[in-house]
Nanobody, 115 residues
């Protein structure tokens, strides 16, 4: 059974920081590309992605403020979010994929940036 369990969301003031975690089970984590997406009212969008080899890419809105990382020993992917803005408010979802073999979503964690 595949599980992607996000944690670390919450309410933070503008300019603050949060670190999201996603613990994965039931997949070959080290061979999976992992990503963070977010969805405000509207379309789900990519925030950041890290390949099995450690290469990263970011949405323009996340560059310079967010950092994605992974710990294969813990089967966990992280998203460090700094200098948060109200427009970062969304439900953040963890995603795991391995080519055409599989792709899975977590249940999401709410991030609210407000004073």
């Amino acid at each position: 059974q595949v599980q992607l369990v996000e944690s670390g969301g919450g309410l933070v003031q503008p300019g603050g920081s949060l670190r999201l975690s996603c613990a994965a089970s039931g997949i070959i984590f080290s061979m999976s590309a992992m990503g963070w997406y977010r969805q405000a009212p509207g379309q789900r969008e990519l925030v950041a992605k890290i390949t099995s080899g450690g290469s990263t890419n970011y949405a323009d809105s996340a560059k310079g403020r967010f950092t994605i990382s992974r710990d294969n020993a813990k089967n966990t992917v992280y998203l460090q979010m700094d200098s948060l803005k109200p427009e970062d408010t969304a439900v953040y979802y963890c995603h795991a994929e391995r080519g055409w073999l599989y792709n899975y979503w977590g249940q999401g964690t709410q991030v609210t940036v407000s004073s």
